[in-house]
């Protein structure tokens, strides 16, 4: 009958921890060397608006993600010039535009006024102000969307939604956005600020 082997002496700590900083230096030296820059891949997100911009392309849209500013003084920020006559319109993105995105955007509740002017040029940038109400505190301001198709320009303050038991200051905004000089072609536009409950529509006249 063969001798029993002698009981084996488990590792020692220092040697443990030893070897796992052998194996997290290099790892990590390696990850952060060849690491590729800007966000992490996210395949739901990634496929999702993939989606979205195959579908508002068929459908002869062009999106432009535009910056929402809440300006400190109003007054100073406000359009200069021959004002657009604003009316106000249903509220509610349009059958087509709604029908094509994937995702509707959270927006306002109502667009209670616009200041924007009736005429611009292709070479300059487009800027409106306006003011809108979202339906409570827990909504902040992110930001604007443009779709434009054929003469149809609709305009749509995008809000997301606060976490916690934080609050917005007030449940109406004043906002700033500005089209890009070059986004619109020259001829005659009619554009909708878009509201969940309101909207407001004039006539742009592009040169």
Known sequence: MSARSPNKKPWSL???????????????WITIRYRKPGPAFQPYEDSKNRANVMRLLDAGYQR???????????????P??????????????????????????????????????????????YRLQFTCSAPDNKEQLSGAEVYVRDRELTLIPTFEKIE???????????????????TLK??????????????????????
């Open 14 to 28: 220092k040697w443990i921890a030893i070897i796992i900083l052998a194996c997290i230096i290099p790892y990590t």
């Open 164 to 182: 916690g038991s934080l609050l917005a200051r007030t449940a109406e905004s004043v906002v700033l956005i500005e089209i890009p000089a070059g």
């Open 64 to 78: 432009v993600a535009v910056d929402a500013l809440r300006p400190a003084d109003p007054a100073r920020t406000a």
């Open 186 to 207: 020259p001829g005659r536009y009619v554009a909708t600020l878009v509201g969940a409950r309101q909207s407001q529509r004039w006539n742009l006249d592009v040169r």
């Open 80 to 125: 200069s010039g021959p004002a657009a006559e604003v009316a106000a319109a249903p509220g509610g993105l349009p059958p087509r535009l709604s029908g094509t995105l994937v995702e509707i955007p959270l927006m306002p509740d109502r667009i209670n006024s616009v200041t924007a002017l009736r005429e611009s040029t292709v070479n300059t940038a």
